[in-house]
């Protein structure tokens, strides 16, 4: 997979990030007491998120679990959550929404189909405004689709 780890160019950006955010992770860096500096650390992140995307398996079957905390007072966020899953029954077994307190929701999605679909319905609900913590836990069965 090469070409991340080398001593090549170094570009600069800018993020805005909420300063509480910035704060614990900042305490999380040093609390892991690594040394590291903050740059290092996200460039782990960023090369870990990278490695993640070449680890799909688009073309094979995978079967799987979403799972989405979100604040349901966050704009129009329950029905745009909604409106995505219903465009993919096929590919969603079953679901299971806990009313975690006043604002929070936990929903999990059992998930088996092709592969680009499944990734496909997870970055689209993981990428709406309001979604808090999301992960995707996926396993390839082995087959291969041709379609
Ligand atoms: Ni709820």
Redo the contacts with the bound molecule.
């Keep these: 997979m090469g070409g991340y780890d080398g001593a090549g160019e170094l570009a600069r950006f800018s993020v805005a990030v909420p300063a509480e955010l910035l704060r614990e992770y900042d305490a999380l860096i040093e609390k892991r007491g690594d040394a590291r500096n903050r740059s290092e650390s996200i460039r782990d992140l960023m090369r870990s998120a990278v490695v993640h995307e070449h680890l799909r398996t688009p073309d094979e079957q995978v079967i799987g679990s979403l799972t989405m905390i979100y604040d ?1 007072h966050t704009g129009d966020l329950t029905r745009r959550l909604d409106e995505v899953q219903h465009d993919y029954t096929a590919e969603i077994v079953s679901t299971m ?3 975690l307190d006043h604002r929070n ?1 936990l929903e999990i999605l059992a998930l088996k189909g092709r592969g680009a679909r499944i990734y496909e319905l997870a970055d689209k609900l993981l990428g709406l405004r309001g979604v808090k913590h999301g992960e995707l836990t996926c396993a390839a069965t082995g087959t291969s689709l041709d379609i």
């Design positions: 349901h929404h806990v009313h929701c």
